[in-house]
């Protein structure tokens, strides 16, 4: 069974400083691991994801996530945060083989002048 | 491309009464569809899995005939929740996998469900 661990419910972050949110997974098999982002009263849209090719994946908007197998972990960064990076970040696990998506709790990322 | 929509955008009904979500691929063709519930201030939790032509897949817990689904043609999904009650109302979001990329899912922006 996969699942999938974010750490903070919340981070908040001063404009221009960077972001760190983090992300735990389990899966029994090789899972590809996404990261999505919410506006509010916006859909999900994608922002990065991992399928087994580089461990150190870019995403749009200046974001990266790193796969680390050994700390099962799949964490997202940013040099320097937006105001408009305000938003719900969600952590995705999908295992191989399989459709279905097993998300996270989600991140809300506090973005101040 | 890979657009996903979904109407209406936001519904308010009575409770007892049924309330119909559509979910269109706009741009692409879906073999398979996804509905999603989220409640405030929480993760997203699959409902079912729809595939063209043939009966929708519940994940546990889900209730099939108060959560009908019908996926009719390649890039249509319906979501009718029956008799809806307050504890109903919620954000659900649909997702679809083009057919040639089963392995992406696109996701629509929602339709927030309020009954009173």
């Known amino acids: 069974a996969q699942s999938v661990t974010q750490l903070d419910s919340h981070v908040s972050v001063s404009e221009g400083t960077p972001v760190l949110l983090r992300c735990n997974y389990s899966?029994?098999?090789?899972?590809?691991l996404f990261w999505y982002v919410q506006h509010p009263n916006k859909g999900l849209q994608l922002l990065l994801k991992y399928t087994s090719a580089a461990t150190l994946v870019k995403g749009i908007n200046g974001f990266e996530a790193e796969f680390k197998k050994s700390e099962t972990s799949f964490h997202l960064t940013k040099p320097s945060a937006h105001m408009s990076d305000a938003a719900e970040y969600f952590c995705v696990v999908r295992e191989e083989g399989y459709s279905t998506l097993t998300f996270g709790k989600g991140t809300m990322l506090l973005v101040s002048p | 491309g890979a657009v996903v929509s979904q109407h209406p955008s936001r519904v308010i009904c009575k409770s007892g009464t049924s309330v119909k979500i559509e979910c269109r691929s706009l741009d692409f063709q879906a073999t398979t569809m996804f509905w999603y519930r989220q409640f405030p201030k929480k993760s997203l939790m699959l409902m079912a899995t729809?595939?063209?032509?043939?009966?929708?897949?519940?994940e546990q817990g889900v209730e099939k005939d108060k959560f009908l689904i019908n996926h009719a043609s390649l890039t249509l999904s319906t979501l009718t929740v029956t008799s809806a009650h307050p504890e109903d109302s919620s954000f659900y979001i649909c997702?679809?996998?083009?057919?040639?990329?089963?392995?992406?899912?696109?996701f629509g922006p929602g339709t927030r469900l309020l009954v009173l």
């Open positions: 997702s679809a996998s083009p057919t040639d990329r089963q392995e992406t899912q696109y």
């Open positions: 899966s029994s098999y090789s899972p590809s």
């Open positions: 729809s595939n063209e032509g043939s009966k929708a897949t519940y």
